[in-house]
């Protein structure tokens, strides 16, 4: 539940650019990943000597190194002093509460951004965080720990399927970019699931724990869309930059995302909405319930409170009551009462309160 | 009631331009009509064969090649490359989850919205998709599936009824866009109607269906404004591209069709208005019944309760009771008893219960 | 009730520029009513036949030219082709649904608004549109029915009263949408009249009728609002146009008419709020009132239930009751429940309950 | 009440620039009085003729003119008139419903704004209409009627204390402005002060009274947002215009007092914010007790209603009721009854009801 | 509680640039201190002579002088002349009420914003201001008491940490402003924790205490966000000042912190949205309850109210009512009262109110 209210107060007054992991360790070991590869070239590696991927930088194919595990910050500052990455940047990879945004440097583009988890089980939506790096023929990419959603896109890069191994570094920036952008919509999608079976409940039986699934469901867009509207802007900045790094070719297909992220913010609010219309659907419901039990001990006390007078009457002991010694009294009363019974029901019945 | 909050998700981990149907099959079979026409001569034909249509995008007429059912996605693929769509653009007419957009590129425009179709028993807003392509002399129509409401214009063309048949492409493109969107006021209306039985029906006999109504009603209106909302902005794109293909004396027609947009968008929201303000009405006047039911409890409660003590004073069996053996004592009693409902009865009067 | 929220679907299918009229014929036959003055001279006609006015276009005098009865299309279009109007002008003109816009065009300046009429017995909000065309040396205005509204502004031309007869025609139109605008205050103020009536009800017996009124109320400010609030942005537009029709002398008086016209959407606003806050003041002083109610059951049924139960107590027919034959047992337990009703008067009191 | 809700239609109808003076009388008769100033030498003159200040037009020294009560409208109009004033400012200066703004014109700057006061005992807030124009070398003051709130600042200029003696005609605009503004913060003062007190009401015994206090000042509180919004456009309107009249050295002190206005509004919409919380606080509060009461009854009811019934059935008067005969029945139905209602309250605790 | 919304009108009156300290004395003395260093020099003072800092005006080292305690206007008007600052700004520093700002001058920088204080136990944001300016080779901070929050900053300067000491006084007015904004960061977690801490409490058991709790939080968030807002423009203002004290290396530094004041509103608005929320989580769950204590009433007396009346009709003491003769009568009508109790029993778990 914290995991996203939480603001780290680790940092507090050491100096700007001191490198601090906010996050928890969620991978035993740093771990770097490297496809490098070209249209018609492929190599693949993997280590957890920090320094094994340093070569890639000037590599003339495209590189695609993966930093998973972001506990170990001196590893990480040597990696991005190796890069030239400016302190503060390196500052923002480690520190997960990061806003997705984008920084266009002259040598190099920094991107980070959220990869979002809706667990079904749980109902809490996981919140990772994936920097990016596109330089001069390589992507850099931190994680905190390994994403399996990445593993298509790394299958397409090993059988060369679409124009992947063709493109350039920023080709493949989007492509990872698109990757995480789609995922939004699989969360999105389960979200509204959830959505759609508490409004069929909602219609028959509505109950507290209704309440409770909204309220959360209500918390967990508010993280989603938090993590989702800075994206548009990143996105159109990047699209806007006139770096050198991202080529005339790829505008289109940041066009593209930049479309997708619109559409993820629209269905967030709709679902905002819609939810917020369930509440007050749910309140409504609850509260025709009530009525309908005000009703039932309304007309049940109505009549007999009366009644049980008349009988409390006739229970009277006083020595003079003429009517007690009547032969057919008895029945007369119950007659009068039986027929006071009937009436008002029928008067309820008029004032349609049955 | 899936139809808008899903999205799908069949794409993820796809290579981006990759051509995946994402909606329904609507259609049996996809099929292709042309209308080939100058000011002089018209040929209309009719085609299961995809490169039917290829001569047209040549010929110095116009054409409306009109394609229906979308799920055949090679045939598409096929076409797209023939009239020289970049990929892209080809997977968002495939997509029909995509919001309204236009998107200018130097040999054609490409423009997708939404055909709204509220239907009256069920009063769900049906949503298809319509993708446009205008080029040099033609304009491509992608649709889910045939929709009657291009009739009027394709009679009017056959019959070269208005300017339709002496101008050119763009003319024909805003003709079709102004079908749409006119045929969103036919739409609005009826949801109008609807809003205005609801109405009299909250002022005569609110009940919890009402209240369904009142909510679906919202989701649906809530639906409409997401597929009406971006096409504002996209018609004023599109005004504002300065292409080649959209020519000078087609620019009043976009004006009057932003202005329609926009109106759309001001009934739209005025729908919204008024539903919330149904919703309150409904819920005070639910409130105001239990108010009712309340007081007429409390009236009868107060009344017979303080009485029902008295006649159970007198049903006291204490062998020392004075009061029983006068002669008129059950008399007294019942005047007193009478004289206290009276007087209860003016009090509540005065303080405006009854 | 119908009158704003429904759009006509008459004109569904029909070729753009096609002239229908989507009103209510409110009036028998069209008329043409003209003046044509300058400082000197003033000339008036009435007439039936639309021809007559055509020849006021070439005047050097400044003509307003009224035309009175919207449902005669083709007198409108050989009207508006003699001006030389473009049709899809004469379409916004005789489509009574249009938003207030402005277009500016080479040789003439065409504004369509509302006219609005606060019916104080019926509480709604009749609107009426006007059109009008300022050209050179001529205003054409358009109306549904004779307006008395501009009575006034007739009576000063006729009269030479204030500056009207030495100015051009764009001073013309500035008058008669000066008269427009302040018209709406007369609207505002009757309304606000009618907020302040309620609001003293409130105060002092809220009843349902009340709120049903503030709902009501709600919607017609609703209307006003959508009828005032795209004005602001026209007049703005025809301020910042540089026609040649509209002269630097009347930029001052265009940007007094622009302040007046926020000033009537801030008392609108203004307006909304204060009906805001009476439903939420309405709905507590109702939920006080039940409030009340409930106390006054809680406090007779708290007293006499458990008196009621000690009386029945000794209502029993136990034949060991030693109680019963003692001889003040009666009084003593008289006296006992009177102790237990003051005791429990106390403590409510205490509980400020009471 | 009907202060600020209510518009004059006392004009509707007159040529533009008519000069009609729309509020009430608030002063007997007109009075001019003037202020002559410069760093060595000072006049003051007081008059009921208005012609009396026109030659302080062109001394050379800064002039303050005052004019208190604008009910005689031609007075007003020959005034304006020698001071070279357009005619639609003129009646700008008698509409007292102005909104607040800033007309910058060639040799003149024309300001209108309002005096606000927070009655205590009342707890309404007075508005009085402020109108200020700028000219080479004086400033012309229009109040409806005599301000006390200018006495400081005529206090500084007789004493010549601060730079005011020193400075030119816009510094004198400019602590006119500044007094005016700094007042809005003694009102606010006061209306925080009414809020913490019906804050710490609310906490201790809130009662329909309280919401009453709630909704009248939430009703000033928008009729003070009403009137100070606009002002912080208008002055940044002012800072801007690059008019002489408004020298390069009284650009920070403009600035400044643009920061009062923001931090003037800024503080309206905290007491906004804070009123409706405050709202929901006090519904909250009735519905707990409420509540209270609600379980009060439900606890003595669901005592005592079975334990009636119970000694209901000893008082049927059936032949055959052997219980009736036992010697200890009596005391054995005391005691069960009393043990049931000893299970009951247990089972109340159980459930946290009491 | 009075300390935010209350606005000083002890300056209501004097002379723009009058230095009047609006604040509570919050330190006994005022106090200076000194800190002169540069790469490899480093000098501290501190005095309670405000004249012992001027020479620090025009040392080559970087110097760091902190004004404690703002009561003492004189000593402060002393010093603002010395350094050349514009009577107005020194009028800001001396105003606590003062909003978050920037202002840019030709040779100084002028900075006002807060600190904030959360504190646990009684729940109140403590604000306190501090002023900063910035020149060629000092910063000047003002601040009403002694602050611990900047303890870490000198111990930095002192040993030399980071890159403090080889930097410029720009550098030194970022490190300030970083640990003021990351301060904030510190209150907002402390906020955040206190927010699940009455979430769980929501959960398990709502009382009315929690209501309070809920309406203080959004009042301490309120003002938080008072205090924040105006930051990002502040900042966003000062990153984009061309003034030559802001020099090119520090910009990536101000752009970090722009993005750390976005982010602490981020996560103002993210609680706001929570705690409204919980409101209404709160206000349905209490609600909730009340329903449960209805339906245990209504069942209840629904089924004692019957069953009394039964016993009631055999209670009466007619002579003639053959039932009571009769020889196991009496456990018929408690044999047919059992029944029915049951009846009604199962009825309602139909209805499904048990």
Known sequence: ??????????????????????????TEQLQISVMDYGPEQLEESQSRDITSCFPFRDTSATSWITITGLHETEKIEALTKHFGIHPLISE????IQQRPKVEVFDDYVFITLKILDFEKDTRLVGI????????????????????????????????????????NSDYLLYAILDIIVDHYFVNLEQISDHIETIEK?????????????????????????????????????????????????????????????IQAIDSIETSRDLLSGMLDLYLSSVSNRMNQVMKMLTIIATIFIPLTFIVGIYGMNFENMPELEWHYAYYAVLGFMFTVAIGMLIWFRKKRWL
Chains 1, 2, 3, 4, 5 share one sequence.
């Open 201 to 261: 409940h909602l219609m028959t039986e509505p109950d507290p724990k209704t309440l409770n699934e909204i309220y959360r469901l209500k918390r967990e867009v508010l993280f989603l869309r938090k993590s989702v509207w800075p994206l548009r802007e990143a996105i159109s900045r990047l699209e806007k930059s006139e770096s050198a790094l991202i080529t005339e070719k790829i505008i289109p297909y940041l066009r593209d995302l930049y479309d997708h992220a």
């Open 128 to 167: 990772d965080q994936v920097s990016l790096i596109l330089g001069n023929g390589y992507v850099l990419m931190f994680q905190e720990q390994q994403e399996s959603l990445f593993d298509p896109l790394r299958k397409r890069v090993r059988e060369s399927k679409g124009r992947i191994r063709r493109m």
């Open 1 to 26: 539940m914290s995991r996203s209210t939480r603001y780290s107060n680790k940092k507090f007054g050491l100096p700007p650019g001191s490198l601090v992991f906010t996050g928890r360790k969620k």
């Open 92 to 95: 923002d990879i480690l520190n």
